[in-house]
């Protein structure tokens, strides 16, 4: 297979399919589906990109653990606290990172064999400001999870990341621009 295709939109199935069975059937089979979908989704992660991700592993860990406290207290909430817990997980690991003075950017690029277009203080800069993006919108994803609706929260889990995403890297690129007239 083709390692370079692109499957994020393989994220959305879980998510998708417990907005679905919950709207339409009970939270028990809703949990159940939104499970099975995360095991498709990685199932087809592998077939798609020969490996699964560490972040697919963390993502399906989590669908399992929060869905199964969901299912104990009879509470969709805990499994729709997937995002604000995964968008931690990574933060935190960038700061974890930062702290032993690394930029993982950087041993990507390395890792891939890329050249390493920027100074590497300039994306340990980048990633501080994605820890505080990334820190941000999991709070509001708890937010989101606890006061609004299930479709809204699929919405802000599914293109409503990608739009917040993408406005976060239009102020970002502003910023290098500024930067690297200074550096």
Not at 96 to 105: H, P, V
Request: with cysteine; hydrophobic share 55%.
């Amino acid at each position: 297979m083709n390692a370079s295709r692109p499957y994020f939109l393989l994220s959305f199935l879980p998510a998708l399919a417990y907005w679905v069975l919950e709207t339409y059937t009970s939270l028990e089979i809703a949990l159940v589906g939104g499970g099975i979908l995360g095991l498709v989704e990685m199932l087809l992660e592998k077939k798609i990109s020969g490996h699964i991700h560490t972040l697919s592993k963390l993502n399906f860990g989590l669908i399992v653990i929060l869905g199964g406290i969901s299912l104990l207290e009879q509470e969709g909430l805990f499994f729709k606290l997937q995002p604000t817990f995964t968008g931690m997980a990574i933060a935190g690991f960038l700061v974890y990172k930062k702290i032993r003075n690394q930029s993982l950017m950087v041993e990507m690029l390395k890792d891939m064999k890329q050249k390493i277009p920027l100074k590497e203080e300039v994306y340990k800069k980048m990633e501080w400001h994605m820890c505080l993006f990334l820190v941000l919108f999991s709070a509001f994803m708890a937010y989101v999870a606890v006061v609004n609706d299930t479709a809204t929260w699929l919405f802000w889990k599914t293109i409503g990341f990608y739009i917040a995403f993408g406005a976060f890297m239009l102020v970002e690129m502003v910023y290098l621009r500024f930067l690297m007239k200074r550096i």
